[in-house]
């Protein structure tokens, strides 16, 4: 079976700041992750995803994630929080024709 | 600017109601999800589908929930009958669906449902 854990429910930084957001896998298969974000009363839309090609994955709005093996993490970082960046974020992880399993969510609140 | 649509978006009902719930997948997507958000369990897959075939729905519960596909433009889930407890926020979500694994599904706005 797999799972994801995203550490800290609720991550605060100031405007500008460096963000990030941790996320550990389990998987007993060569998994494939993603990261999705939630803005208020809307769905989830896709980050970005990795699948199994180069291990640093760049996704829309300035953000990246990278693929470590070793230590089962796939970490969604941005280099300078906006405000607009406030939203809920979930990481993701699928393998062999599973669908997704998402973990329970990373608020994340900008502060000016 | 093609979505996944969902209606209604909000919904309240007494205990005992039956509630249906409508997706419209994007056009030419041939997966479709439904989701349940709750605060405590976070977001839970309740059931697939490709080509409207049920692929899982091991996520609902059998005795009261319902999920079709009558036509690849349309999806409905049914609660019947409610229970407070199926308050939630509930989400379809479409994809292409040539992997489940590596597929990126696009969701639709979800409808909030209240069961007093």
């Known amino acids: 079976a797999q799972s994801v854990t995203q550490l800290g429910s609720h991550v605060s930084v100031s405007e500008g700041a460096l963000v990030l957001l941790r996320c550990n896998y389990s998987?007993?298969?060569?998994?494939?992750l993603f990261w999705y974000v939630q803005y208020p009363n809307q769905g989830l839309q896709l980050l970005l995803k990795?699948?199994?090609?180069?291990?640093l994955v760049k996704g829309i709005n300035g953000f990246e994630a990278e693929f470590k093996k070793s230590e089962t993490s796939f970490h969604l970082t941005k280099p300078s929080a906006h405000m607009s960046d406030a939203a809920e974020y979930f990481c993701?992880?699928?393998?062999?024709?599973?669908?997704?399993?998402f973990g329970k969510g990373t608020r994340l609140s900008v502060i000016a | 600017d093609a979505r996944v649509t969902q209606t209604p978006r909000h919904k309240v009902t007494e205990m005992g109601q039956e509630v249906t719930m409508r997706c419209q997948p994007i056009?030419?997507?041939?997966?479709v999800f439904w989701y349940r958000q709750t605060m405590m369990q976070g977001l839970e897959l309740l059931a697939y589908?490709?080509?409207?075939?049920?692929?899982?729905d091991s996520g609902m519960p059998k005795d009261r929930f319902s999920a079709e596909m009558p036509d690849a433009t349309l999806a409905t889930l049914k609660i019947q009958p409610s229970e407070p407890r199926d308050s939630a926020v509930y989400f379809c979500?479409?994809?292409?669906?040539?992997?489940?694994?590596?597929?990126?599904?696009?969701f639709g706005p979800g409808t909030r449902l209240t069961v007093l």
């Open positions: 990795y699948t199994s090609a180069a291990t």
């Open positions: 589908f490709r080509n409207r075939a049920p692929l899982d």
């Open positions: 993701a992880v699928s393998s062999g024709n599973t669908p997704l399993v």
């Open positions: 979500a479409s994809g292409l669906g040539a992997e489940a694994s590596t597929d990126t599904q696009y």
């Open positions: 998987s007993s298969v060569p998994p494939y």
């Open positions: 056009l030419g997507h041939n997966t």
